[in-house]
């Protein structure tokens, strides 16, 4: 089946830093998804991309759909205490029977204020 | 705007007991997931109904049943439980499965099988 490596698993930053974080893919995908999920809660979409070279921006937030479409970035631009959470990216593959979604492992964000 | 809700939120389990995990959406929603979160391995779905009176297989079905009620509501069953299903279980829905990249997902059940 179709694997999402997702780095890094886990980041200690300071408020204000800027933040970054991929994800691979073993196959090609159509649509790339990023994802929060706050403590206790369930995940939360942020993003969605659809077309290979795509840059769209949510606030702070700024994600790119990969021009090799196996893989994107997520960019957090001068991070919040709000932040703190898992990021998960997932995707959508040509492959995947019935058009699921692969989710790749989180990163666990914390920033210290 | 309750949006997706799952009942319980937390469980705990001797290992052989049966369960069912509820979960209902009120935003008319076409498709119904059943996702299971263990660390390190993100999101992986056991079963989904794309339609009303439809239920397929996701990536680890083993060990679980579903029903999907209605258009609103989707259980997960646990027959017989086991230590492996101690996880975070999560029910999410999207307006259809072509659309299924939005999903909204429930706030999840913490379930421990002793």
């Known amino acids: 089946g179709q ?5 890094p698993q886990s980041m200690f930053i300071q408020e204000g830093e800027d933040v970054s974080m991929n994800c ?7 649509t790339w998804l990023w994802y929060k999920q706050d403590p206790g809660e369930g995940p939360v979409l942020l993003i969605a991309l659809y077309k290979a070279g795509e840059l769209t921006s949510n606030g702070r937030l700024t994600a790119q759909f990969g021009i090799t479409r196996k893989d994107s970035f997520l960019n957090i631009s001068a991070s919040i205490p709000s932040d703190v959470g898992i990021y998960f990216c997932a995707g ?3 492959e995947t029977s019935g058009s699921r979604l692969t989710f790749g492992e989180g990163t666990q964000l914390t920033v210290n204020p | 705007n309750a949006g997706v809700t799952q009942t319980p939120k937390f469980q705990v389990l001797k290992t052989g007991q049966s369960m069912t995990l509820q979960c209902a959406q009120d935003m008319n929603h076409n498709s119904m997931y059943w996702y299971r979160q263990d660390p390190g391995m993100g999101l992986r779905l056991i079963y989904y109904s794309a339609s009303e009176g439809t239920t397929d297989k996701g990536e680890v079905p083993n060990g679980y049943n579903v029903s999907r ?3 609103r509501e989707f259980s997960l069953r646990l027959e017989s439980a086991a230590p492996s299903q101690t996880s975070v279980y999560f029910c999410a829905s999207s307006v259809g499965f ?6 909204f997902f429930g ?3 913490q379930l421990s099988v002793l």
């Open chain 1, 3 to 7: 694997q999402l490596n997702q780095s």
């Open chain 2, 69 to 71: 009620l209605n258009k």
């Open chain 2, 98 to 103: 072509s659309t299924n990249e939005k999903l």
């Open chain 1, 24 to 30: 691979t893919s073993s196959s090609i995908f159509n």
């Open chain 2, 107 to 109: 706030s999840g059940t």
């Open chain 1, 92 to 94: 959508r593959g040509e």
